[in-house]
């Protein structure tokens, strides 16, 4: 018996474990479809290749297993900046591109773009498949160089001509490997001596902190992170531009490692004698592991589960190849350190409630605010608004920024998410709509709120047709100041005339555009509403929209770029 080579192509992926496809269907890929179609795995059709990009990333960032998206030749171009978030968050979607002919490769085809050679730099892994019994060879390969040490996305090019060809339907059975269906990626074990060396630097230390990373995540370790906290006392800070590892309201989580967005972070690696950075790499966000945000006198350990990651951390004091949560095993089970930081931990738990008061103190009244909502108290009662174990996606510039401080105020003062989602280390808009989708996706019995930026919204808000069409009700928040105000807020402080210049919109009307759609709307511009109205858009059951007046409010780490001081220690 024969089948297409998309039939193939399914097949292999399936016995994989995909569960979770989305494209733009077009000619190039029927042959997929059909094949996803007879191997019962679901395919969601979104609006645009960049919508379904980013639709595959949310579902692959939540359940930690690859989702598919596949594309023609020409909405590989339009995927592009989904596999450019993807790359930035370790994010290991599997990206197919149905491609022009390979037969008369090179002279012009219909639709032929060089899309193995434009993907390389933003995936693991981007090849073409030239031989259609090679096809299960192909993803099984791809497959696990996504999900094998450095997590990453990775791009699989299968010409139209072989995709509609028609193979033997045991093709590539017959060699190794043998075993086609998913098998867990192999985990790198700590070497002894260099454990050894690792652990004599914690038994030693006064101040030591634990900043976690991607790495984390993606090795399934966060129960043994909050094990590992609670056992030595130890607290523990979050890289930014990822899922938080550990939700807010743990004792043992202080905030985002970011000087500007959570100022104690400061202090606490001032102070420290010890960093260990598990699963994180040393780039920007942690100034390359120098200082003035790691001080000389602090001893700098990288912990990470690949060489790849390792190769990015040169400047640690010391470096450790391990699994997270091998790492953490071997810590849990030292009773030395059982709550062996205690007093250091307590300070750094007292110095974040004295953060919330004051930050929460801080926030201008109406009367400074012409009335109109602050953004840190939008983010703050939408939160007010969600039960428990409700997610929140954020999408935004300084829409983004505010609600991160948002969360670590609300989560100590004992609110309880689901979890979170919202833009990577490249900041890019519009993927607020496309993380929500998925996240009730993989929750259908939790609520799923965005608080998204209007410019955000703009960018990527045609993706709500999804929630729709596959009555996934979400509710979007919209954080509505007329304009890019982070963008805004930078050019007041940089111009000369201390204006800004082309970043504002017209006064677009959101909740009604939902209500066109079938779905909920209401505007709100007295802040006293906002909690009601979005009761009343989750109680609605459909998808919604409120559209809330606020004032743009320059946040800590955009106002820190604006400072040649500041953004000197950054970069």
């Not at 024969?2 to 496809?21: C, E, I, P």
């Not at 795995?41 to 645009?48: D, F, Q, R, W």
């Not at 307590?346 to 201008?364: A, F, H, Q, S």
């Not at 929209?545 to 220690?569: E, F, M, Q, Y």
Request: proline letters at 6%.
């Amino acid at each position: 018996m024969k089948v297409r080579g998309g039939m193939l192509l399914a097949r292999a992926l399936q016995q994989k474990g995909v569960k979770q496809v989305f494209t733009l269907s077009g000619g190039f890929c029927n042959p997929a479809l059909e094949g996803f179609m007879r191997c019962g795995i679901p395919v969601i059709n979104a609006p645009h290749e960049q919508v379904a990009g980013h639709l595959a990333d949310g579902y692959t960032r939540i359940t930690r297993h690859p989702a598919v998206c596949l594309v023609g030749p020409e909405g590989f171009a339009n995927a592009i900046p989904a596999m450019m978030e993807a790359w930035g968050e370790r994010s290991p979607v599997i990206f197919v591109t149905g491609s022009s002919t390979l037969k008369r490769q090179g002279a012009g085809g219909f639709k032929e773009i060089d899309d193995v050679a434009i993907a390389a730099p933003l995936t693991k892994y981007s090849a073409q498949i030239t031989d259609g019994e090679r096809i299960p060879e192909f993803v099984d390969r791809a497959f696990k160089i996504a999900m094998s040490g450095y997590p990453g996305p990775v791009h699989i090019s299968l010409p139209v001509d072989i995709m509609f060809s028609a193979y033997e339907e045991t093709s590539g059975r017959d060699e190794r490997p043998f075993q086609h269906e998913y098998r867990p990626p192999p985990k790198a074990y700590p070497d002894p001596d260099t454990l050894s060396e690792v652990l004599a630097a914690l038994e030693k230390a006064q101040r030591p902190i634990l900043i976690g990373g991607h790495g984390i995540w993606w090795s399934r370790s966060e129960g043994l992170l909050e094990q590992v906290a609670e056992h030595c006392a130890i607290p523990v800070f979050n890289v930014p531009y990822h899922q938080k590892l550990l939700g807010e309201q743990s004792d043992v989580y202080m905030g985002l490692a970011d000087i500007h967005q959570y100022s104690p972070s400061k202090t606490a690696i001032d102070e420290s004698d010890l960093v260990l950075m598990v699963g994180c790499r040393l780039d920007n966000q942690m100034n390359f592991g120098n200082p003035p945000l790691f001080p000389s006198t602090t001893k700098l350990v990288c912990i990470n589960g690949s060489h790849e990651e390792l190769e990015m951390n040169r400047s640690a004091d010391a470096a450790l190849l391990s699994d997270p949560g091998a790492f953490f095993e071997f810590l849990l089970a030292q009773p030395k350190l059982k709550g062996r930081f205690q007093d250091w931990f307590e300070l750094n738990r007292k110095r974040r409630g004295d953060w919330v008061k004051k930050t929460v103190d801080e926030i201008p009244d109406l009367n400074e605010t012409g009335g109109q909502i602050h953004p840190l108290n939008l983010a703050l009662d939408v939160q007010k608004a969600l039960a428990d174990e409700d997610w929140l996606v954020i999408d935004g510039g300084n829409t983004h920024f505010w609600s991160e401080i948002a969360v670590n105020i609300a989560g100590y003062q004992g609110q309880v998410l689901g979890n979170i989602l919202h833009p990577g280390t490249f900041s890019m808009l519009g993927v607020g709509v496309s993380f929500a989708i998925t996240a009730k996706m993989n929750q259908p019995e939790q609520n799923v709120v965005l608080i998204s930026g209007d410019g955000a919204f703009l960018s990527g808000g045609l993706s709500v047709e999804a929630a729709f069409q596959e009555n996934l009700p979400i509710v979007v928040v919209i954080d509505n100041n007329g304009g890019l105000d982070c963008i805004s807020q930078q050019q007041e402080r940089l111009f000369e005339s201390e204006t800004h210049f082309a970043t504002d919109f017209r006064d677009i009307p959101f909740h009604t555009m939902f209500e066109g759609l079938g779905g909920y709307g209401e505007l709100v511009e007295n802040p006293e509403d906002l909690v009601p109205a979005v009761q009343r858009a989750i109680a609605s059951g459909k998808t919604a929209c409120v559209n809330v007046k606020s004032k743009g409010h320059i946040s800590p780490i955009v106002l820190a770029t604006t400072s040649k001081r500041d953004k000197a220690s950054i970069e």
